[in-house]
Nanobody, 127 residues
Framework: QLQLVESGGGLVQPGGSLRLSCAAS????????IGWFRQAPGKEREGVSC????????MYADSVKERFTISRDNAKNTVYLQMNSLKPEDRAVYYC????????????????????WGQGTQVTVSS
């Protein structure tokens, strides 16, 4: 059974850090470009970051550039999202997903490009 499982979310104070993990089971994550998305209450799902299957190419939303870093360890079948300098507006449920085809900077932040999704992990930034 193909499965993606996110973990690492939680409650953190503004300015704090969290590292999210996206672990795959039932398939080899290294074959796929991966995207991280988030959805805040009452808002549409937003593409946060994406990474090619090799890890060479990455892309970030302007709202998280210089604060978030996406990476992957294909040997561990896991993709990470390091989130630093967190702000209250980063509060959301964060999801990872596998891309349908191959990485492209033109669509890797569009949720329609992805097929398999994890269940999400909640990130709350509050003092």
């Amino acid at each position: 059974q193909l499965q993606l499982v996110e973990s690492g979310g939680g409650l953190v104070q503004p300015g704090g850090s969290l590292r999210l993990s996206c672990a795959a089971s039932g398939f080899t994550l290294g074959y796929y470009a991966i995207g991280w998305f988030r959805q805040a209450p009452g808002k549409e799902r937003e593409g946060v970051s994406c990474i090619s299957s090799s890890g060479i190419s990455t892309m970030y939303a302007d709202s998280v550039k210089e604060r978030f870093t996406i990476s992957r360890d294909n040997a561990k079948n896991t993709v990470y999202l390091q989130m630093n300098s967190l702000k209250p507006e980063d509060r959301a449920v964060y999801y990872c997903a596998t891309i349908r085809t191959s990485y492209s900077s033109s669509y890797c932040r569009l949720d329609g490009a992805y097929n398999y999704w994890g269940q999400g992990t909640q990130v709350t930034v509050s003092s």
